[in-house]
Structure formats: structure tokens, C-alpha cells
């Protein structure tokens, strides 16, 4: 029985270089050199998930100029894009006061405008390819490996920084903030 090199398998904190098996046992690390360059990459996937993210957010605001131009939208349905609307007064509330006052439950009402197949089918493929990539990333960074850790982390910074260069200051300030969503990152 030929023993060749084998897979390490560390559910501890380590620093192994070689015989290092990054989430297949065809990623296997043999020299100092693969090390680096796997870790070089999992950078690039680090930076490739906050891509992710930011073509989300894009494609999601793209769609979003496109239904308002059709006249859907909270701001077609109050006659233009001034003044708030009260908690008080939506469908939401309405709803929720009522199971409050009978006891029963009442089913809530889909709130938003609905998308087109293409629209769903768009933002559903950019969001399970991020969902994906943030558990690869979850699974590179359970190898335990330090410098596994680190490349997963900075890829995760550059890439935010690369790619959250700007910021929506006044849906920061009324707490609406994107979301993570599933993301293990």
C-alpha cells in the first residue's frame, strides 16, 4: 500500500505549511510555494465576495430606477417622492392591531412591489452565488490554519474597501443598512 503524502486535519489553531488539505483533499498543499499561492487566492476570494455584495446592491438599485420609471414604488403610489408615510396609518400595522386586539392571527400582506421573473431570477443567482462563497469562506476559515485565517480576513478588507468606497449616509442614519443576509462572514 503506497503512503503518500495524506491530508492534515487540525481542529485546533495551527501554523502547518505543507500537508495542509484546504476543503478538498485535491487542494492539497505541498510546498511553501502552493501555500502562498492558495492563500493568494483565497484573498481573491475574499475580495470576490464583497464584489458579490456590491453587484447585489447595484443590480437591486438598478432594478429598483427601472420600476420606479414604470410608476411602481411607495413614491408612485403617494404621487411623487415627498413627505413620510406613518407607521400608523399602513397595512402593516393595521394588521398587526388587529391580531393584538382579537387574538387571532392575521396574515400579512406581501409589502413591496412585485418583480419581474427576470429581476428575480438575477438578484436569486447573485444571491446563492454569495450565500456559496461565504460558506466556502466558513469552510477555509474551520481549517484553523492562522495564515488561512489571515488571507480569508484580508481578502475580506480589501475587498470591502475596494468596494465600499461610498456610503448612503442618509439610509445609514434611518437604519436601513443592507443586510449579510446568510453570510458566515
Not at 484573498?43 to 443590480?59: D, F, I, S
Not at 444571491?127 to 490554519?145: E, H, K, P, Q
Request: with cysteine; hydrophobic share 50%.
Amino acid at each position: 500500500m503506497p503512503s503518500g503524502p495524506t491530508c492534515s486535519m487540525n481542529m485546533l489553531w495551527n501554523t502547518q505549511v505543507e500537508d495542509t488539505c484546504i476543503v478538498f483533499r485535491s487542494w492539497h498543499i505541498s510546498s511553501t510555494t502552493a501555500f502562498v499561492f492558495s492563500c493568494l487566492v483565497v484573498v481573491g476570494l475574499g475580495v470576490l465576495y464583497e464584489w458579490l455584495r456590491a453587484a447585489q446592491r447595484t443590480l437591486d438599485r438598478r432594478i429598483a430606477a427601472a420600476l420606479r420609471a414604470q410608476g411602481k414604488g411607495k413614491a408612485a403610489a403617494r404621487g411623487g417622492a415627498g413627505g413620510a408615510v406613518s407607521g400608523r396609518s399602513t397595512p402593516e400595522f393595521e394588521s398587526e392591531e388587529a391580531a393584538l386586539l382579537t387574538g387571532s392571527l392575521v396574515p400579512k400582506a406581501r409589502i413591496g412591489t412585485p418583480l419581474p421573473f427576470s429581476a428575480r431570477l438575477s438578484r436569486a443567482v447573485l444571491y446563492g452565488a454569495s450565500v456559496f462563497l461565504s460558506f466556502f469562506l466558513m469552510l477555509i476559515f474551520m481549517t484553523y490554519n492562522a495564515y488561512l485565517i489571515l488571507a480569508t480576513v484580508v481578502g475580506a478588507a480589501l475587498g470591502h474597501y475596494i468596494f465600499g468606497s461610498h456610503m448612503d449616509v442618509d439610509a445609514v442614519l434611518a437604519g436601513g443598512v443592507d443586510s449579510k443576509g446568510m453570510a458566515c462572514h
